[in-house]
């Protein structure tokens, strides 16, 4: 509890989350609070945001995107936050390899972590972050830019009514 309370804080003090979240097609408004158990995985994924707010915090914008991606990955690992950064993971179309992508973290093999070091997030991002949580079968992804003045974050979902993605290859 004493954690939800301090990032809930931190993000009032330091962050403003881009409203309203596009969830699919889905708009919904989003308070300040970002751990809100009527979210899967809600206090992971503030504690991932708090994070995130810590390297903004410390380095600024301006950096590429892979500073922030190393600079994470430490801040995750003196959080205990079990993480992979840039999995490779393959690619299909009804059967054929078409390719690999590596996203930027898999964190607790629960969510996809996408990040950027752009001026501005715009849709297209957010809609490579929901098809990413399609093609690896996963319910929960944030997308996290440190390119602005302020940290941006947004929670994407899969949609309810999709099934496991075709794409999601078995190891």
Same mark, same amino acid.
């Given at each position: 509890?004493? /954690?939800?309370? *301090? !990032? ?12 309203? !979240?596009?969830?699919? %097609? ?6 300040? /609070?970002?751990?809100?158990?009527? &979210?899967? &995985? ?7 945001? %708090? ?6 915090? @410390? ?8 500073? #922030? ?14 993480? !992979? ?7 299909? #179309?009804? %059967? @054929?390899?078409? %390719? /690999? ?28 972050? !929901?098809? #990413?949580?399609?093609? @690896? ?11 602005? /003045?302020?940290?941006?974050?947004? *929670? ?16």
């Amino acid at each position: 509890m004493e /954690t939800r309370k *301090r !990032i809930n804080e931190q993000l009032k003090a330091s962050v403003k989350p881009l409203c309203p !979240i596009l969830i699919r %097609g889905v708009v919904e408004e989003m308070s300040w /609070t970002m751990i809100n158990e009527k &979210y899967k &995985y809600s206090e992971l994924t503030g504690k991932v945001i %708090g994070c995130a707010m810590e390297v903004h915090k @410390y380095l600024g914008n301006g950096f590429q995107e892979v500073v #922030y991606q190393r600079a994470l990955s430490i801040e995750l690992n003196m959080q205990n936050i079990l993480h !992979i950064r840039e999995q490779e993971m393959k690619l299909e #179309y009804k %059967g @054929y390899d078409i %390719g /690999t992508r590596r996203v930027d973290f898999f964190i607790e093999d629960k969510i996809m972590l996408e990040i950027k070091a752009i001026k501005q997030l715009e849709d297209v991002h957010l809609a490579q972050a !929901i098809n #990413y949580l399609e093609a @690896y079968g996963l319910e929960i992804g944030l997308l996290i830019n440190f390119g602005s /003045t302020s940290l941006q974050f947004k *929670r994407v979902m899969k949609p309810k009514n999709q099934s496991q993605s075709k794409n999601q290859t078995k190891s």
